[in-house]
């Protein structure tokens, strides 16, 4: 198996509205997958459909080879972080684990429990009254203590400060080395991804601008703009640019 | 997904036993001397009935005035009960969730929505009907020797009979019935409308009016009406109009039958057929004199009466066939429920 998600002329309207329309992507397994691209891109409509919280409108989409949230299996398989990290906020930091271990055939007890004795997370704390960083790694904590295969994560940072995001992402990155876990992540903020993701994706319009492994896009951008550049200006540059032909058949060639 | 459930509805589920708890020391202090007073007033094996109507009225003469108001609240609580449970426990179930953005937790884990839906349906709509079901039993147990007295002592208060709306409504099983049905009521507003406050107004609406609804135009469907004929006691005329010369008398029927249900009465002449009555000038007098005269002359016409009523021993058949229905339609509303939040 090669794809984590395989999308098809995936579209979702609201209304009148297209959130996402004729987007076909492929994303590569074993990777760490930065998705990035400006506000309006359709990066979490993206990631709700692939979790199954929305019906696609038009098109399909395949994860880990099926249907999102279509059996208790894949449920199984893929952890999900969503926007914010919601977590129940009448609920203890215990009741939480908890929960994950009454829902979730494959939980890893002592995974989670040594996160969160690591994280420093007081377990009778009620969750309403945690920081946003440490409500982020109690959420990321119930994602992938249930040992996915498929870890989707939609803009775990955004809302937190940089301290505590330097420790999400350092903490992500422990993740990342401790377990065989391909992960999806959608961030606007560039920096950030590129100290954990090895893939990039610029999503713009719906449409595929870049994808490839961070290193082979660095070094091509290296080669037409400055020796310098910074993923950064990679995916300035991507995005400013008109839609590169062939740019998404490249995707798929490189399967 | 059970243990979250039960988690989640704890606080609710021990407010409910805590209050369940406090009537139940209300009823079990003032219940026995209420049973005192029942056991040693006669009613209880008395046979003829103008002696059990006596007895009746001396009974209900010597309530206690907190007996009494304990008697009225507790009609109007079973009354109330099933709305509020569908208001407060049904609406806000999956609402709640969706407004703190919990749902992309909950249905991330490796249980399916539609079972997270009906674990929650389930769960706490079972909560719901034991509540209900609760009240109905202590307050059916502790009212029942005002239901009987009530009932023993005449037609006169036709609101309180065991069929009647009132009383129906708040004694034995169909509490639970209706405790269902507003629940999975609530749920489903809740599931359609996604926000709590419309959700609870959509609910508080939609069970008020099939509250005030049902005993109206439903309830006497579900069994087919007796019929009886009985004389016409001019005593009982209540209203006399006079219409294009000739007269519209409203009469109580003079009714044996103990607690039955009288849906309607129609006044027939001696030949058995709707009678045309002629106007009689004295009754419209408007004198006391005229009145008599009045009466003594609608005697002389022999008039019956064709009464249309649900007798009192369908009592039981009635609260069976209308808890299965609102059950029953608990059912397939939260059947809805799971259908509607399923993955696509």
Redesign the interface.
């Known amino acids: 198996m090669t794809t984590v998600l395989h999308t098809r002329g995936l579209g979702k309207r609201y209304r009148q509205r297209w959130a996402l329309a004729d987007c076909t992507l492929s994303i590569p397994a074993g990777r760490v997958v930065g998705l990035v691209g400006p506000n309006g891109a359709g990066k979490t409509t993206l990631l709700?459909l692939a979790?199954?919280?929305l019906?696609p409108t038009a098109g399909t989409i395949e994860v880990l080879g099926s249907r999102?949230?279509?059996?208790?299996a894949q449920?199984?398989r893929?952890?999900?972080v969503?926007q914010?990290a919601?977590?129940?906020?009448?609920?203890s930091v215990a009741?939480h684990l908890?929960?994950?271990a009454?829902?979730?055939?494959?939980w890893d007890a002592a995974l989670a429990g040594e996160r969160i004795k690591r994280l420093g997370l007081d377990p009778r704390q009620h969750a309403g009254k945690l920081s946003g960083g440490q409500r982020a790694q109690l959420?990321l904590t119930?994602?992938v203590a249930?040992r996915p295969e498929l870890l989707i994560l939609d803009e775990p940072i955004a809302s937190l400060d940089p301290l505590a995001r330097r420790e999400f992402l350092q903490d992500l990155a422990d993740v990342i080395t401790t377990g065989q876990v391909s992960i999806v992540m959608s961030s606007h903020l560039v920096g950030d991804l590129e100290r954990v993701c090895d893939y990039l994706i610029v999503l713009v319009g719906s449409q595929v601008r870049r994808s490839g492994q961070v290193s082979e896009l660095l070094a091509a951008h290296r080669r037409v703009a400055s020796r310098q550049a910074s993923l950064e200006d990679l995916v300035l540059a991507a995005m400013s640019q008109p839609a590169e032909p062939g740019g998404e058949p490249t995707l798929e060639a490189r399967q | 997904m059970t243990w979250l459930t039960w988690r989640q509805s704890r606080a609710q589920a021990i407010a409910a036993a805590a209050a369940l708890a406090a009537l139940a020391v209300a009823l079990a202090v003032t219940g026995p001397s209420l049973v005192h007073l029942y056991d040693t007033n006669g009613i209880a094996t008395c046979s003829l009935s103008r002696t059990c109507r006596t007895l009746a009225d001396n009974f209900e003469a010597k309530l206690a005035g907190t007996d009494a108001i304990l008697y009225g609240v507790g009609i109007l609580v079973l009354l109330l009960a099933p709305g509020l449970l569908g208001v407060f426990w049904g609406a806000p179930l999956v609402t709640r969730e969706a407004e703190a953005r919990t749902l992309p937790l909950a249905w991330n884990q490796s249980v399916p929505r539609t079972q997270w839906m009906a674990v929650k349906l389930g769960l706490v709509g079972l909560l719901a009907m034991a509540t209900a079901g609760l009240l109905s039993l202590m307050l059916t147990w502790w009212s029942s020797p005002i239901d009987t007295a009530i009932n023993l002592s005449g037609s006169t208060r036709i609101d309180l009979t065991r069929l009647g709306p009132a009383l129906f409504d708040s004694r034995d099983i169909t509490p639970v019935g209706y405790a269902a049905f507003a629940f999975a009521l609530g749920v489903t507003a809740g599931v359609l409308i996604r926000r709590t406050v419309p959700a609870m107004a959509a609910t508080l609406a939609g069970y008020a009016f099939v509250q005030f609804a049902w005993p109206i135009w439903i309830r006497q469907h579900l069994i087919a009406p007796a019929h009886a004929v009985v004389a016409l006691d001019p005593a009982n005329i209540f209203q006399i109009r006079d219409v294009n010369g000739s007269m519209t008398l409203s009469a109580l029927p003079t009714f044996s039958q103990q607690g039955a249900w009288v849906l309607s009465s129609q006044i027939i002449g001696p030949s058995g057929r709707p009678i045309r009555v002629p106007a009689y000038p004295p009754c419209m007098s408007g004198s006391n004199n005229g009145m008599q005269a009045c009466l003594a002359w609608i005697g002389r016409l022999h008039l019956r009466q064709v009464v249309t009523y649900e007798p009192a021993s369908r009592f039981w058949e009635f609260q069976w066939t209308e808890t299965a229905i609102f059950v029953g339609a608990a059912v397939a509303l939260a059947g809805f429920c799971v259908w509607r939040i399923r993955a696509r």
């Open positions: 709700n979790v199954g919280m019906a999102p949230a279509g059996s208790r449920l199984a893929v952890g999900f969503a914010d919601p977590v129940y906020a009448g609920l009741d908890r929960l994950g009454s829902m979730n055939p494959g959420a119930l994602a249930k």
